[in-house]
Structure formats: structure tokens, C-alpha cells
């Protein structure tokens, strides 16, 4: 029998941004449902890199991204959401102070208004074009994330890529992998510029070996099990470096689904919101994190954390017509029960 949930606001993504947007609503005294087609809270934090540590939280000079998802759990912990996992939104009916989301499996959550936290919709990697690929994934030779470090030890790592991901494991993975080889096209690397100096410090020091200007060409081995990564250099030549796990970092490919159908203004997959409430095209409808899009928009957690805040206050006189809100900072208000 379909169930009917009614809430105030329905968050669509219970990654870290739609997890504090939960805490942001509580504070201002509205009840909220997360909702998510992965089985668990934390987005990409959780599926892809749990271990991975995050560097620019405020007041953690360094801190995994479970640990991350941990806290958010502790701090939302008072307003007991509801929560929807391992199912989808499948439609979005309505108006703002009556939505109706139509949930996988035709459940529906009644809300007052939506706030959209999905990331960049769903997500999969973008896997490189070499013969035999599917054989070494299924052994665990060839992975585009890393769940847990331990799993390395003693492995001869080949890293693919220049983005923050690839320098991130290449300096997480020091003194844990047998050997971190880095390939990457080009001498320059996309990542933060304090990673890049402290991944050449660490090829200096000869911690890890950087593989530059070639390319992925092909790999070697048998029955799944990974023997050596073949690349190409960009102006000729072949090498072959003996590995045992080929980490892939050439980013994520993403899908809005249904989102994309419900008629909101769309900028590159991303969806335009207003700067200042963070609601998009559709009155009543909100978008945080890396799925809305403004101008001198980063793609920062901690941006997300802030127009979390935004869209909750915006979100206020829709929950309660006609109630004055009175800004309160947290230290004098703490943390309000939902009764």
C-alpha cells in the first residue's frame, strides 16, 4: 500500500550539503525528509571515497570524508529526519506550499517546498578505452574510487590522471603502497596548488614516481589479475610499468534523470538559482551544492554548507505565511526540539 509522507520540506540528496540542510531547517524550526537513490547518507562521500581525506572544512585542517559524514549524522541527530534511501523521485507535482513527489515504488512525500542537493545527479565513472577493461574491474585490479587504503598495502599502484582525486590518493597512498607510479598527459596537474607542490616534493624526495607527458595504451596480465599497465608517451614511445591495481581518475559522468524533465532553467546540466535564496525557476523549488549554478559559484562543500543556510531562510516564509522570522545566532537560540 503507497504511504503518504507530509512533511516541510522534502530534501532530494543526502549528501553533505542536503545533510546540513537538514540541521539549517531544523534550526529555523522545520521538519524535513531526506531522500536518496543510494542506500545510505553521505553522497560521494560514502560511495566513492570514504578514506579520502578533505582539507578545506573549517576548523579541520584535515578530515576523511566518513568522518565528515559521521559529524553531519551527530549534528542533525536532534531533528530526526525522515528518511527515503535506495529510491529515486520520480515525478514533481504542484506549487509552492503543496508539492507532491512521487517516490519510486509510488510512495509520495507531501512538502511545503524542495530543496534539490543531488550532487550532479547520478553518478559512474568515466572509464578509459582500453581492450579487456571489464575482466580487471571485476577483480578489484582496476578501480575508479578507493573505499579503503588498507586494501593497497603492499601493491604496486599506478594512478591515472591529473585532477585532485589522483594527486589526493598519490599522497594519501605514500608509505602504505609498495610503489605509486603517476601518469598523467601532461607535466602540469589540475589539483590544488598545494597538492601539486607536495606531489612533486614527494617524486622528488622519490616517494612516488611521476609518468609524464604519456597516456593509458593498454593492460597486461591474465585471468583478471593485473601484471603491468602499458602506456604511450605523447611525443611516441611505449613503456610498461609493472603494477598490480590501475587506480582511474578521469572524473565522474553525471545524470540529472528525472530532474532533468521537471522544467527547471537548466545551465550546462546544472541548475540556475538565484544567488541569494538559492531557488531556481520553479517558485518554492531550491538547489545547493555542485547542482546549482550562479555566477561566482565554486564547487566547495563549504559553498554548499552556506546556501544550505540561504535556502532555509528562504524557505521560512513559505513553511510559516505571515510569521516574522527573528535571526538568532545559534549560541543564544541553541538547538530548538521539533515537537
Not at 506549487?95 to 515504488?105: P, Q, T, V
Not at 559553498?303 to 531562510?313: I, K, P, V, Y
Request: net charge neutral.
Amino acid at each position: 500500500m503507497a504511504e503518504e509522507i507530509i512533511t516541510d520540506v522534502a530534501i532530494v540528496g543526502a549528501g553533505p550539503v542536503g545533510m546540513f540542510a537538514v540541521f539549517e531547517c531544523g534550526m529555523l524550526r522545520m521538519r524535513s525528509v531526506l531522500i536518496d537513490a543510494l542506500s545510505a547518507s553521505g553522497g560521494q562521500c560514502t560511495a566513492l571515497y570514504p578514506e579520502k581525506p578533505i582539507y578545506d572544512i573549517p576548523a579541520h585542517p584535515a578530515i576523511s570524508a566518513a568522518e565528515l559524514i559521521a559529524a553531519l549524522e551527530r549534528q542533525i541527530a536532534p531533528f530526526s529526519p525522515a528518511r527515503i534511501f535506495g529510491r529515486k523521485v520520480e515525478a514533481l507535482t504542484g506549487e509552492a506550499g503543496n508539492f507532491r513527489l512521487r517516490i519510486e515504488g509510488d510512495d509520495a512525500v507531501l512538502a511545503k517546498a524542495v530543496i534539490l542537493a543531488a550532487g550532479a545527479g547520478a553518478f559512474g565513472p568515466n572509464r578509459p578505452p582500453i581492450a579487456g577493461l571489464a575482466s580487471y574491474e571485476a577483480t578489484g585490479a582496476v578501480q575508479y574510487y578507493v573505499t579503503s587504503r588498507e586494501s593497497l598495502r603492499g601493491k604496486r599502484v599506478v594512478i591515472a590522471g591529473g585532477g585532485d582525486s589522483a594527486v589526493d590518493w598519490a599522497l594519501a597512498l605514500i608509505g602504505i603502497a609498495a610503489e605509486i607510479s603517476v601518469v598523467h598527459r601532461r607535466e602540469k596537474f589540475r589539483a590544488a596548488p598545494e597538492s601539486a607542490a607536495r606531489l612533486a616534493a614527494a617524486a622528488k624526495s622519490g616517494a612516488l614516481a611521476l609518468v609524464v607527458p604519456y597516456q593509458l595504451a593498454g593492460l597486461a596480465g591474465r585471468d583478471g589479475a593485473l601484471e603491468a599497465v602499458e602506456i604511450a608517451g605523447l611525443s611516441g614511445g611505449n613503456r610498461s610499468i609493472p603494477a598490480d591495481v590501475l587506480l582511474a581518475f578521469f572524473g565522474l559522468a553525471m545524470d540529472l534523470g528525472p530532474i532533468a524533465r521537471w522544467g527547471l532553467a537548466l545551465e550546462r546540466n546544472q541548475l540556475v538559482v538565484d544567488p541569494g535564496t538559492c531557488q531556481t525557476s520553479r517558485p518554492g523549488v531550491f538547489a545547493i551544492g555542485d547542482i546549482a549554478s550562479y555566477r561566482g559559484k565554486l564547487k566547495l562543500i563549504l559553498q554548499g554548507f552556506s546556501e544550505a543556510a540561504l535556502a532555509a531562510h528562504a524557505i521560512h516564509p513559505i513553511v510559516f505565511p505571515g510569521q516574522a522570522l527573528h535571526f538568532e545566532y545559534s549560541t543564544t537560540s541553541g538547538v530548538p526540539a521539533l515537537g
